[in-house]
């Protein structure tokens, strides 16, 4: 494994399972088209943020992140997600994976934040 670095503190993530739950999580709250070189980087999750919270919307949600997680980190196989809501109206998207090479499961919780809202 190469030097990975927190992009939130820039000190020296701890491990290659820390380095992929950094990647998935940038991969999902990256719009699609915000990238300068990279267009098609990123997830369309935003667009189905404020969707209905049927069973329907989450599955979209959940196929929205998952798609894009498969294709920019081959590292990882995508098993299930979930997306939770919380009491103050925003929700949790829990995707489970499990690493290619050696068949370890990891599971990444995402906060998904309302447009025009800061992440804490």
Do not use: C, K, Y
Request: without cysteine; hydrophobic residues 45%; positive net charge.
């Amino acid at each position: 494994m190469g030097l990975s670095i927190s992009r939130r503190s820039g000190a020296r993530l701890a491990d290659e399972l820390a380095d992929i739950a950094q990647s998935v999580r940038t991969i999902v709250t990256t719009p699609v088209g915000s990238r300068l070189r990279r267009r098609s980087f990123g997830s369309h999750v935003f667009h189905l943020v404020d969707s209905p919270g049927t069973e329907a919307g989450a599955l979209r949600l959940i196929a929205a992140a998952a798609d894009p997680v498969e294709r920019w980190d081959p590292r990882v196989v995508v098993l299930r997600g979930a997306v939770a809501p919380e009491f103050d109206g925003r929700a949790r998207l829990t995707l489970d994976l499990m690493l290619r090479v050696s068949a370890r499961p990891l599971s990444v919780n995402v906060p998904l934040v309302l447009a025009g809202e800061g992440q804490s």
